[in-house]
């Protein structure tokens, strides 16, 4: 044989091995294709007399998404020392508040600031006031999530370090890639599914809701929820500016949410926190806080933003007899009332008639 003749005999040879080989990859599973299940909120009937929550286009809500992000709220690698979640300081049975805490614990029995906020109907925040928190320190949910993990009062954790945690176990990056198709965990995707999940805490059927679907909306539904002679009448105090005048900031039956989403100086101090000005640096939002809904009061004591309150009964004493009116910036609602002691009791029976029971209870909130 000559030399040209060995030289294609090698080529050929060469050829055929690497045929050989791509037979061999052939042989590998393909990855499997990633489609995150869409998702759609379930929403009361009523609500529907309300704008439709905004759904960021970048963080679209799915099945495996909110799974995810439940995962994740109840996580306790979030913190520094493993020891805290955000369910810690925001647990489902209270609706989502820190029962009975003035203000929540972190890391090592680190006081925070402020009253933990309850959550639920945060989704439609981003259609009215778009900000989060106490003082709106926040614009998204998502943007809200990021803060706490890194607060040095909260769960005093870099991100960073959050991300280690998260991609060294055996779960979550398997879970990462069946809701954002990528197993490689970042921030982004971390408070992208926790936003996800806290969209989903939607509280609409108290007693009042279900009087209103049988009466305003003609749904007829099993069990009596007609107010009592007192609720209605507590009801009437609420709406009447001579009296409660609660609707400039809570909204009426109408409105659904019993919270209008602003910021608004009620009148606490005469020498107020700053509040949103701590944000805006705008000496027009000292004092001002954001207007929590009434939905359930029962759980989510104490109240307003530093927790002074620790029942009902003290709040609705304070727009009674306690509002300083001298205090800058203060809401034009903000005014004393002449409530009786009948018209207190009335009122309040017409809040308790907001508690969402079935909420708290709701075993798709829990770890």
């Not at 810690?88 to 805490?101: E, I, V």
């Not at 680190?110 to 009253?115: A, E, L």
């Not at 926040?138 to 993990?149: D, I, K, N, R, S």
């Amino acid at each position: 044989m000559n030399r040209i003749s060995i030289y294609i005999f090698s080529i050929i040879v060469l050829l055929a091995s690497c045929r050989a080989d791509d037979s061999v990859d052939t042989d590998i599973p393909p990855v499997a294709p990633c489609e995150p299940t869409p998702y759609s909120l379930e929403l009361p009937p009523h609500f529907n007399r309300i704008n439709y929550p905004i759904i960021p286009a970048d963080n679209p809500m799915t099945i495996e998404g909110i799974t995810l992000g439940k995962k994740l709220f109840f996580e306790k690698l979030l913190s520094k020392n493993n020891s805290i979640s955000c369910g810690s300081c925001h647990a489902p049975a209270y609706a989502f508040n820190d029962k009975g805490m003035v203000s929540s614990l972190g890391v090592n029995g680190t006081q925070s600031i402020r009253n933990a906020m309850p959550l639920f109907n945060l989704a439609w925040t981003s259609v009215t006031s778009r900000r989060f928190n106490w003082h709106g320190s926040a614009g998204t949910l998502e943007e809200q999530a990021l803060g706490p993990v890194r607060d040095p009062l909260e769960m005093q954790e870099s991100w960073i370090n959050v991300v280690s945690k998260l991609q060294s176990t055996s779960e979550y990056p398997q879970l990462f890639q069946k809701a954002f198709c990528t197993s490689e965990i970042d921030s982004n995707l971390v408070v992208k599914a926790i936003a996800q999940f806290e969209r989903t805490l939607i509280s609409g059927d108290s007693k009042y809701d279900r009087y209103f679907l049988e009466t305003e909306e003609g749904i007829d539904l099993p069990g009596d929820y007609t107010p009592t002679a007192q609720e209605r009448r507590g009801l009437e105090i609420y709406i009447a500016e001579g009296k409660g005048d609660c609707f400039h900031c809570h909204g009426t039956p109408f409105q659904i949410l019993w919270s209008n989403n602003e910021f608004v100086n009620n009148g606490l101090d005469a020498s107020p926190d700053s509040g949103l000005a701590q944000i805006t640096k705008d000496p027009l939002d000292l004092g001002k806080f954001k207007t929590p809904s009434l939905r359930n009061l029962n759980w989510t004591a104490p109240y307003m933003h530093d927790g002074r309150f620790g029942t009902l009964e003290e709040v609705i004493e304070f727009y009674n007899s306690g509002i300083q009116s001298s205090s800058p910036n203060i809401d034009g609602s903000q005014k004393p009332r002449s409530l009786t002691a009948q018209d207190k009791a009335d009122l309040l029976a017409f809040l308790n008639t907001l508690n969402d029971s079935s909420f708290v209870n709701n075993p798709a909130f829990r770890p």
